[in-house]
């Protein structure tokens, strides 16, 4: 029991001198508004807040690669591990906003086919 409870105290030790990773901050979701009821003003406004977050999120992700790379090789195991799903976490979250996004855009055109033919 003792043993175990060195190795639990010793791996948050060793975590604990990687904090830094801590100042990587995941920003806030976006939202998207629902194609079908939306209209052309607030789907424009939701690109311009998508397009803010997916810079947002690569800062995210280069702060992320930079803790990485600063903690070096000798990082723990558990700090990599932790990196990297927090690094992948972030690139499906994007995929899915993107894909929302679209999606979004094809149900505000299916509903207001109209608008596309002004174009």
Known sequence: MMKAFAICVLAAAGLASFSAFAACENPSMVSVPDGETSTMDELLAAQTNVKAYMAAMEKYLACLNDEIEAAGDDAPAEFKSLMVTRHNSAV????????????????????????????
């Open 92 to 119: 499906t979250e994007m995929e899915a906003v993107a894909a929302q996004f679209n999606q979004q855009v094809q149900a505000y055109k299916a509903a207001n086919p109209k608008e596309e033919d002004k174009k």
